[in-house]
């Protein structure tokens, strides 16, 4: 049977060739991987911490516990406040690099993505040593007869939230960069040609033309919050926990990967259920691929 | 009439590229003013400096006698409709148009009669709740330009606004705009590249050449009395004789050209020894069978080229220069490698000064060192 080019798409080996390779990975590295944790959310340890393989629904239950509760809340606040903060000061960030012309346009560009080549655990530790009572602040402070004492700046929540804006601005300057480049100059100089001033030019033009970045900005930086446990480990010092710092604890010292795996479970349904609702409002799909 | 817009000695240089040179330019209220010139001659960076998104390097710019210098675009009583029409892509028809009257706090009640009176003027009645890209290259134009209108503003700038429409919309479009701007007795200041374009539509030309204004006049002062050479072969098809004045007798100028003699009509401000270029349009041309007087052109025919409604024809010279005349279909006219002698009526050819009577006169009086 001859098989004409036109039919290539629909059927045979080329389509197993070409798709095959990537779903074996997917397969092997994440499905698998996957089923594992979930099985294992449902199974329970002995007093030898070894792992039961025996259907419970008790880690379930325990995740209702009021500490772990106290947990969930105050990862959202941290997620909220880090995602608002980094909404703040990379929107105005963002417009600057896309409006400045070439030479120095690359030099902005190069700020952002530079901290992309360093490993963020130094980075953060670095802001322990920078901030810390006997650190570089502190004593440039002292020295400067600013302050007679060291102030105590780590580990607390707001400390924790700066880290984590540290960390994570460079996935709110990128999409956000992409949507102003992608606004129309002229769009502006119609708005202020038709009376607008530069504020109402803001708020009526650029703002909603810009909302798709914003939002896949917010899912990049809010979803990963809740699992950042070095930021809140280093700078929380166990003040500023969230889901990700359970998580960890569970599968490190605590030993109860059952829990953990539970853990691990919610936290994957609340990223899906983030993902459904930002794609409820119209948010688009590629500038996630980011 | 009075001068609505006045542009006295404008400069405008981006980095090293002097984009508009010195220019002078007075627009009369009511008038339908077309800039004129291929790509990057200044015309839509003059615009644009009149609509307030550019500041002019040097000059001044008066807007209804107000020095408009720095205000920012909305201060100004002047709208744009851009050559891409911008408009806002997540508004509807209703609110992009409604956009300017929002802006000035215009009360709702006033905003919807007002914009269906705009609807009902660009023919768009019924598509209030689309959005722009529901909307053909013709309808967005029209929206384009009811956005800017509603606002009743003094003078209305565009910018190209026909480039994208394919040939038979753009005639349409033409017209429309003409009547639009008739009925309004709005001052257009209109940019464009298409000269039969600026011909059709425009009170009078300003044609642009590397940021200076050649000629600014009515379309058949431009035609018929081109004032540089530039202005005479972007206008149209001409022939263009460069040569030195031999004499000037009461107003007819005989010329020393490279083929020997011509003739052409002087308005009084050339002078015998002068350099200067000759134009001649096609349809003025004329062949004869035996030579001329005051012409020593010698020519054979070369070529037919039939357009339909006219016939051209290309004669080649004793210098191997071409020129090319044109005739209505249906007279009768040598055949081809027939010998003719081309010649025409003295105020058919117009004289034009060049800038290459400053050059020679600079080399012939340049002292030779001793």
Redesign the interface.
Known sequence: MKKSKHEWKSNGLPALVTVGPVAVILVFLVVLPLMYVAVMSFCSIDSYYNVVYKFTLRNYAQLADPDYIHIYLQSILIALLTTVICVLVAYPFAYLIARTKSRNKNLLYMLVIIPFWTNSLIRIYGWRTFLGTNGWLNNALIKLHMISEPLDMLFNRGTTVLGMVYCLIPFMVLPLYSSFEKL?V??L?????????KL?TLK??II??TADGIFSGCIMIFIPCLGYFFVSDILGGGNADVIGNLIERQFQSGNNWPLGSALSIILIIITLLLVKAYQKIGGSMESLAL | MTDIVELKKVNKVFGTNHVVSDLDLSVKEGEFLTLLGSSGCGKTTTLRMVAGFEEPTSGSIMVEGEAVGNKEPFERNVNTVFQSYALFPHMTIYDNIAYGLKMKKVKKSDIAQRVGEMLEMVQLQGYENRYPTQLSGGQKQRVAIARALINRPRVLLLDEPLGALDMKLRKQMQLELKRLQKKLNITFIYVTHDQEEAMTMSDRIGIMHDGILDQLGTPSEIYEHPATRFVATFIGETNIFDGAIHRIDKSIASVDIENGLISGQSDGSFDVGEYIAVSVRPEKMKLSKAPVEGFSLEGVVKDFIYIGSVMKCIVALQNGNEIRMERLAGEVLPGIGEKVYPYWDAQSAVLIHTKADTVFKTIENAPLAV
Do not use: H, Q
């Open positions: 129309d002229n769009l100089e119609a708005s202020a040609d038709l009376g607008a001033t109402k009526e033009i909603p033309l």
